[in-house]
């Protein structure tokens, strides 16, 4: 198993930039999909952007491409997300989360295959 512990949320004016990091910990020699969450009150969770942890492909979500960038580190157990242009609707609680997964390159997109969480943390954009 592996754990997860998110840093970097915080307050930010609209177009401003945050980046997020997962620090990854445990069992990080087995085969993860990594996977970027978010909610905000009133909506359900929704995946913001996937890597896999070994294989390095990618997935973003449509609402956060061309802005927001996720990459990792496996030499530091690092995962990061980087966002730029932030808007109003990108404030929520974004979680990290680590998902078993068979094939170093596969990406899971759908947060029921995800065992492993950190608590989340705040990102608001103001205006």
């Known amino acids: 198993q592996v754990q997860l512990v998110e840093s970097g949320g915080g307050l930010v004016q609209a177009g401003g930039s945050l980046t997020l990091s997962c620090e990854v910990s445990?069992?990080?020699?087995?085969?993860?999909?990594m996977g970027w969450f978010r909610q905000s009150p009133g909506k359900e969770r929704e995946v913001v952007a996937v890597?896999?942890?070994?294989?390095?492909?990618?997935y973003h979500a449509d609402v956060v491409k061309g802005r927001f960038t996720v990459s990792r580190d496996t030499a530091k157990g690092m995962v990061s997300l980087q966002m730029n242009s932030l808007e109003l609707d990108d404030t929520a609680i974004y979680c990290c989360?680590?998902?078993?997964?068979?094939?170093?390159?596969?990406?899971?997109?759908?947060?029921?295959?995800?065992?492993?969480w950190g608590q989340g943390t705040q990102v608001t954009v103001s205006s």
């Open positions: 890597i896999a942890w070994s294989g390095g492909t990618t």
């Open positions: 445990g069992r990080t020699d087995k085969n993860y999909a």
């Open positions: 989360a680590a998902a078993s997964i068979s094939h170093r390159a596969e990406l899971v997109l759908g947060p029921k295959r995800y065992s492993y």
